[in-house]
């Protein structure tokens, strides 16, 4: 579509998801942060689901369009011009008859992205949500490179908490400062999560599983009110998925489930594509794919997960982290010291990430170790050739960069 039709597209769906929003009156649970909404809101919709009927967003839809497109339809892909105008007759045709004569989800689960200063204000003028969930801002948080600094994506992420009502409630991330400002901008009740001593749901005795080198999935416990419940949540690694079963727990606990219930339900989570999920790779090997985005705080998180694995050789195949603007070198010179620590061989992938490959060689790293590629197909071959049996090859890059191309290039078929 050209710029015309793309802006019509917009005010249109903006109204018709308003006006759908406004008569069906379901409950929004709206997510927003830096890191971590999409895995939150399938953790989220895996939990609200065990108590009411409940629809999220596909994949990443978290724009002027996709989620827009959510409360309007439940489909899972976005089409050409036949698929809107099929979905803007369908809205429009909806809203002139009663409520009773069309089934609608009784909650919405929906991501709200802010990668430039105005979108959360652009969303919330669509849907109002009864409960926001911020997962994470970090010190460097991605999109930056659009804002004054840091602070501002804080304060443009807070639009959200600041718009719920007094009867709803802001369910924050107790182990980030940045979030926990956030309780000074709102007139909501206040739920938290996290694992420090003092966040309501808290997680404890987090374990990252595996088995003679193999990762095989998480397990903690979810304590809230004294109580405890223990979870498990298999094909995924990493604290960041369990960050998101303690935020569907909060949401859970305001829906009125005990702990019991929000620990069943979690065994339906599904960690979304490319978020810390463990795959079978070639030669017996297993491949820890977190290839759709970066940030450096997500970054941090999947190298400490593989530094804390106990196996025989630790691969990083690690590219660019996009739009951090000025704060790219110090970030990436960080990462290659972590990496140096975490990983026995470091694959880097792109111009910002051959920092990453220098720092790692300061911090200690054998220079025989490390390789940089410009392309991602490049590095795939590569680390097809340096794979041996029971390597655990951890993948991640901002989406641009494309690592998904190694992991197709290494895994079982």
């Not at 339809?73 to 809203?95: H, N, P, Q």
Request: aromatic content about 8%; hydrophobic content about 45%; charged content about 25%.
């Amino acid at each position: 579509m050209n710029g015309i039709l793309v802006n019509i597209l917009k005010k249109t769906i903006k109204y018709l998801a308003a006006k759908t929003a406004e008569k069906f009156d379901p409950e929004i649970i709206a997510i927003t942060g830096t890191v971590g909404k999409t895995s939150v809101k399938e953790a989220v919709f895996a939990v609200a689901k065990a108590a009411k009927t409940a629809r999220a967003s596909a994949g990443n839809f978290n724009n002027e369009i996709g989620a827009p497109l959510t409360i309007l339809s439940d489909s899972e892909t976005a089409g050409g011009k036949l698929f809107w105008c099929k979905t803007i007759l369908f809205s429009a045709v909806r809203l002139l008859f009663p409520r009773r004569w069309f089934g609608y989800p009784e909650a919405l689960i929906l991501e709200y992205a802010a990668d430039k200063p105005g979108d959360i204000k652009y969303l919330l003028e669509i849907a109002r949500p009864k409960i926001g969930i911020v997962t994470a801002i970090g010190e460097i948080p991605p999109h930056v490179e659009f804002y004054s600094g840091p602070d501002a994506v804080a304060r443009e992420k807070a639009k959200l908490v600041e718009d719920i009502p007094v009867s709803g409630f802001a369910v924050l991330n107790f182990d980030d400062e940045a979030v926990m400002d956030m309780r000074e901008r709102t007139r909501a009740k206040i739920m938290t999560f996290g694992f420090g001593e003092g966040s309501d749901v808290r997680v404890s005795a987090f374990e990252n599983r595996s088995e003679n080198g193999a990762p095989e999935g998480i397990s903690f416990k979810l304590e809230y009110g004294g109580s405890f419940v223990p979870a498990r949540l298999d094909g995924v690694f990493g604290k960041a998925h369990a960050y998101s079963a303690a935020a569907a727990a909060c949401v859970g606990l305001i829906s009125g489930l005990n702990l019991v219930k929000i620990s069943e339900a979690l065994l339906n989570y599904r960690s979304p594509k490319g978020r810390m999920a463990i795959l079978n790779g070639i030669k017996g090997s297993f491949i820890i794919d977190d290839s759709y985005n970066a940030s450096p705080l997500s970054v941090h998180s999947a190298l400490d997960a593989l530094k804390g694995l106990k196996t025989e050789r630790k691969i990083a195949v690690l590219g660019d982290m996009l739009e951090i603007g000025k704060y790219s070198p110090e970030a990436h010179e960080a990462i290659g010291r972590l990496a140096a620590k975490s990983a026995d061989i470091l694959v880097t992938v792109g111009a910002a990430a051959k920092i990453i490959a220098e720092s790692a060689v300061k911090a200690g790293m054998p220079k025989k170790n490390i390789f940089s590629f410009d392309e991602a197909e490049e590095a795939g071959r590569a680390v097809q050739n340096l794979i041996q049996p029971k390597d655990v090859v951890l993948v991640k890059a901002s989406r641009a960069i494309g690592l998904e191309k190694v992991v197709e290039e290494i895994k079982l078929v």
